[in-house]
T-cell receptor
Framework: DSGVTQTPKHLITATGQRVTLRCSPR?????VYWYQQSLDQGLQFLIQ???????AKGNILERFSAQQFPDLHSELNLSSLELGDSALYFC?????????????FGPGTRLTVL | AQTVTQSQPEMSVQEAETVTLSCTYD???????LFWYKQPPSRQMILVIR??????QNATENRFSVNFQKAAKSFSLKISDSQLGDTAMYFC??????????????FGTGTKLQVIP
């Protein structure tokens, strides 16, 4: 158990809908990262938050947005869902302030868009 | 931009044997970090081992060790005494740390390892 929690574990929805994925980082970690893993693909970095502020953006679509709250949990919002958005979405956290940081991953949320 | 290449999409090994997974990367950076993550069928991403580029000594974690060749930009993972629980997808990852708490991590496409009883 990495200490990173993600809810829900599974999500099934229809095209055009909007969903919210939630992540709670390890205790004390300030940084949260979101990744997308499509079927049999590597991980694609989406976005990073550090202590409530957006720090870096990767290959995140405009239909997707995220935020990190004062209690450091983070939410990834996916809207106008398409079939191609079906994937495993991982959240990772790290202490955030040092080059020795390691990212620890949550169990992921499996999103299926029908 | 950094790239990470894992040239072996699939590998298999007999239980109790040793296997080496390959990873090469391309970067112009001098200070960075390399990782191997394991993703078993449960799809959980699990950190296996970490290597700092400024350290010449190869990292070791129990049955897992790396062969880090900085000049060749190579970072292979050796699994000794393979166990059935080692069956998983293994991802090599490159990390560059920037001031302000920003980490850029690039993952390879993975090597699927099957441990055969």
């Amino acid at each position: 158990d990495s200490g990173v929690t993600q809810t829900p574990k599974h999500l099934i929805t229809a095209t055009g809908q909007r969903v919210t994925l939630r992540c709670s980082p390890r205790s004390g970690d300030l940084s949260v990262y979101w990744y997308q893993q499509s079927l049999d693909q590597g991980l694609q970095f989406l976005i990073q938050y550090y202590n409530g502020e957006e720090r870096a953006k990767g290959n995140i679509l405009e239909r997707f947005s995220a935020q990190q709250f004062p209690d450091l949990h983070s939410e990834l919002n996916l809207s106008s869902l398409e079939l191609g958005d079906s994937a495993l979405y991982f959240c990772a956290s790290s202490a955030g302030g040092s080059s020795t940081d390691t990212q620890y991953f949550g169990p992921g949320t499996r999103l299926t868009v029908l | 931009a950094q790239t990470v290449t894992q040239s072996q999409p699939e590998m298999s090994v007999q239980e109790a044997e040793t296997v080496t997974l390959s990873c090469t990367y391309d970067t112009s950076e001098n200070n960075y970090y390399l990782f191997w993550y394991k993703q078993p069928p449960s799809r959980q991403m699990i950190l296996v081992i970490r290597q700092e580029a400024y350290k010449q000594q190869n990292a070791t974690e129990n049955r897992f060790s790396v062969n880090f060749q900085k000049a060749a930009k190579s970072f292979s993972l050796k699994i000794s005494d393979s166990q059935l629980g080692d069956t998983a997808m293994y991802f090599c990852a490159f990390m560059k740390f920037y001031s302000g708490g920003y980490q850029k991590v690039t993952f390879g496409t993975g090597t699927k390892l099957q441990v055969i009883p």
